[in-house]
C-alpha cells in the first residue's frame, strides 16, 4: 500500500527511506499494543466484561500513536485536525481527573486498578506530543483553514448538560461532573476532524483513516459495554444520567457511521478510502 499525503502544491509520495521508517514504526506500534494486550488480558482481566472498557482505552492509544507515525514519517500534519486533538486534551483531563482521584467509574476488574487509567494517560501524552507537531514543529504544514469547526458550540453544551446531569458513584459532584463532562466529549471528540475530512475530500492518507477507525471502534466497544450497564448510573438515587450516557455513545456512531461505509467498502474492496467533496454543503 502506497503512503500518500497532500501539501499545498498539491501531492507527493513518499521516498524509500521516510517509507520504510514509517512502517517500521506502525508495526512496532501494532506489536507493542498487541503484546501489551495480550499480557493485560490473560494475567490481569481474568476476561471480565468490563474489561471492554480497558480495551476501548487501548485501541484508542494505539490510534494516536499510528497517528504520530505518520506525522514523523511524512514530516507533515496535513489532513489532522488541531480542534479534534483539543477535545481530545480537554476529554482524556476531565476523565483522568475522575478516574485517578476517584474510583466511582473505573472497570470493576483488575484493569481498573491502574492499566485503564495507564492508556489513558499514554493517549493524553501522544496527543499533547500531536498538539507540540501540528503548532510548532511541522505549522507550516498545519491546513488551518480547513480546520474550521466551531468547537465551542459543542463544548459549552456537554458541559451544561454533565453539570445538571450526572450519576453519583463518586459521591462528589464535583467528581461526577468530571465524568459525565468526559463521557459527552468523548462522544464527540473525531467530529472536527470528520468535518476536515469531509471539506477535504478526496482520497484520505490511510494512517489518518485508520486512526479515524480505531476511535470509532473504540466507542463502538464502549458503547457495548455501557448498553449492558448504563442502567447501573440510576441506581444511587433519581438521576436520566444512564440515559444520557448510552445516547451520546450512540451518537457518536451515528456521527461516524458515513464515514465507517466509505472505509469499511475501501477495506473489503482493497482501495483507498475516497470521500465526497462536500465544502460546499458544509459551509457554516
Not at 480497558?54 to 511524512?74: P, R
Not at 511541522?138 to 488551518?144: F, I, S
Not at 474550521?148 to 459521591?171: D, E, Q, Y
Amino acid at each position: 500500500m502506497e503512503l500518500y499525503f497532500g501539501n499545498k502544491g498539491g501531492s507527493a509520495k513518499m521516498g524509500g527511506l521516510d517509507h520504510a521508517k514509517t512502517r517500521t514504526s506502525i508495526a512496532f506500534c501494532y506489536a507493542t499494543c498487541g503484546v501489551f494486550w495480550l499480557y493485560v488480558w490473560g494475567a490481569i482481566s481474568h476476561l471480565k466484561f468490563s474489561t471492554l472498557l480497558t480495551a476501548a482505552s487501548c485501541v484508542q492509544c494505539l490510534g494516536f500513536s499510528l497517528l504520530i507515525a505518520k506525522v514523523h514519517g511524512t514530516k507533515s500534519v496535513n489532513g489532522i485536525s488541531s480542534k479534534m486533538l483539543e477535545m481530545f486534551l480537554l476529554y482524556l483531563c476531565s476523565r483522568l481527573t475522575a478516574t485517578c482521584l476517584k474510583s466511582g467509574y473505573v472497570p470493576v476488574d483488575k484493569t481498573g486498578d491502574y492499566v485503564y487509567q495507564f492508556c489513558d494517560m499514554c493517549s493524553l501524552v501522544l496527543v499533547c506530543h500531536l498538539v507540540y507537531l501540528v503548532h510548532r514543529k511541522y505549522a507550516h504544514t498545519y491546513e488551518d483553514k480547513k480546520d474550521s469547526f466551531p468547537i465551542l458550540t459543542m463544548v459549552v453544551p456537554c458541559f451544561v448538560l454533565a453539570w445538571f446531569v450526572h450519576g453519583r458513584h463518586n459521591k462528589s459532584f464535583f467528581f461526577d461532573t468530571c465524568w459525565a463532562f468526559s463521557t459527552h466529549l468523548e462522544s464527540i471528540c473525531v467530529v472536527p476532524q470528520l468535518w476536515m475530512m469531509s471539506v477535504k475530500g478526496g482520497k484520505v492518507d490511510w494512517l489518518l483513516g485508520h486512526f479515524v477507525a480505531t476511535v470509532v471502534l473504540s466507542g463502538a466497544m464502549t458503547c457495548w459495554f455501557w448498553y449492558y450497564n448504563y442502567q447501573s448510573l440510576e441506581a444511587k438515587g433519581p438521576t436520566q444520567a444512564g440515559k444520557v450516557l448510552i445516547a451520546a455513545h450512540v451518537l457518536k456512531v451515528v456521527l461516524c457511521a458515513d464515514f465507517s461505509y466509505f472505509y469499511i467498502s475501501a477495506l473489503v474492496g482493497g482501495t483507498s478510502v475516497v470521500l465526497p467533496n462536500r465544502e460546499g454543503e458544509l459551509n457554516i
